[in-house]
C-alpha cells in the first residue's frame, strides 16, 4: 500500500480501510504485523482517531490542533482536513522548506493562521524544543503522524541505535508530547 505524495482526506480514509484489511491479512508467524505496512497504518489510525473524537466533540477546540508529522503524508492530509474544517493548525516536523510550503498553502487556501515548529521527534529534547516552539499558545488536539518501522528487517539484524531510534520515533515521542500537551 502507499499513500500518494499529497493525499486527500478521502484518500486518507481509503488507505486506512485498505490498511485494515491488509494488515489481517499480514500478519507473520508469531502473529505480529510485519514490514512498513503496519506505521503507515498506525499513522492513519492516529489520525482517523483524532479526527473521529473531533468530531464527536461539541463546537471547536478553544486552542489549535498540533499536528506532528504534518509536513507530508497522512500528517499533511490530517492538518488540511482540520483547516478546511476552519481551525488554526500548528505544524510539527523535521524538514523547514517542505513544513513551510504547507503552511503557507494551508494560510492561502483555507485562511486560517498557521504556526510551525521545525523539531526531529527523535531528539531527545522534543518536550522542550516543541515548549519553546508554541511560545505559549495551547494546543486543543494533538494529532501524531510521524512513525516508522523502517523496513521489514528482524529486530536482531538491526544495530540497537536503529532500534532506539524507532522506539523515540514512536513511543517516546507521542508520550512526551501527551504529557506535555496533556
Same mark, same amino acid.
Request: charged fraction near 20%.
Given at each position: 500500500?502507499?499513500?500518494?505524495?499529497?493525499?486527500?482526506?478521502?484518500?486518507?480514509?481509503?488507505?486506512?480501510?485498505?490498511?485494515?484489511? $491488509?494488515?489481517? $491479512?499480514?500478519?507473520?508467524?508469531?502473529?505480529?504485523?510485519?514490514?512498513?505496512?503496519?506505521?503507515?497504518?498506525?499513522?492513519?489510525?492516529?489520525?482517523?482517531?483524532?479526527?473521529?473524537?473531533?468530531?464527536?466533540?461539541?463546537?471547536?477546540?478553544?486552542?489549535?490542533?498540533?499536528? $506532528?508529522?504534518?509536513?507530508?503524508?497522512?500528517?499533511?492530509?490530517?492538518?488540511?482536513?482540520?483547516?478546511?474544517?476552519?481551525?488554526?493548525?500548528?505544524?510539527?516536523?523535521?524538514?523547514?522548506?517542505?513544513?513551510?510550503?504547507?503552511?503557507?498553502?494551508?494560510?492561502?487556501?483555507?485562511?486560517?493562521?498557521?504556526?510551525?515548529?521545525?523539531?526531529?521527534?527523535?531528539?531527545?529534547?522534543?518536550?522542550?524544543?516543541?515548549?519553546?516552539?508554541?511560545?505559549?499558545?495551547?494546543?486543543?488536539?494533538?494529532?501524531?503522524?510521524?512513525?516508522?518501522?523502517?523496513?521489514?528487517?528482524?529486530?536482531?539484524?538491526?544495530?540497537?541505535?536503529?532500534?532506539?531510534?524507532?522506539?523515540?520515533?514512536?513511543?517516546?515521542?507521542?508520550?512526551?508530547?501527551?504529557?506535555?500537551?496533556?
Amino acid at each position: 500500500l502507499t499513500m500518494p505524495e499529497h493525499p486527500t482526506w478521502a484518500q486518507v480514509a481509503d488507505f486506512a480501510a485498505n490498511a485494515r484489511r $491488509a494488515l489481517l $491479512a499480514a500478519r507473520g508467524p508469531h502473529g505480529h504485523w510485519v514490514g512498513e505496512l503496519s506505521s503507515s497504518a498506525l499513522s492513519t489510525a492516529t489520525a482517523l482517531f483524532a479526527l473521529g473524537r473531533f468530531d464527536q466533540a461539541a463546537g471547536t477546540p478553544a486552542h489549535a490542533p498540533l499536528v $506532528a508529522g504534518g509536513s507530508d503524508g497522512t500528517g499533511e492530509a490530517s492538518a488540511r482536513e482540520l483547516a478546511r474544517r476552519g481551525l488554526d493548525v500548528v505544524l510539527l516536523a523535521r524538514r523547514a522548506e517542505v513544513l513551510e510550503r504547507v503552511a503557507s498553502e494551508l494560510t492561502a487556501e483555507f485562511g486560517v493562521r498557521t504556526a510551525t515548529i521545525v523539531a526531529d521527534l527523535t531528539d531527545p529534547e522534543i518536550g522542550p524544543i516543541v515548549e519553546r516552539g508554541l511560545a505559549g499558545r495551547e494546543v486543543g488536539l494533538l494529532v501524531v503522524n510521524a512513525g516508522a518501522v523502517h523496513g521489514a528487517a528482524h529486530f536482531l539484524d538491526r544495530t540497537l541505535d536503529d532500534v532506539m531510534q524507532l522506539v523515540h520515533l514512536n513511543c517516546r515521542a507521542p508520550v512526551t508530547l501527551a504529557h506535555l500537551l496533556g
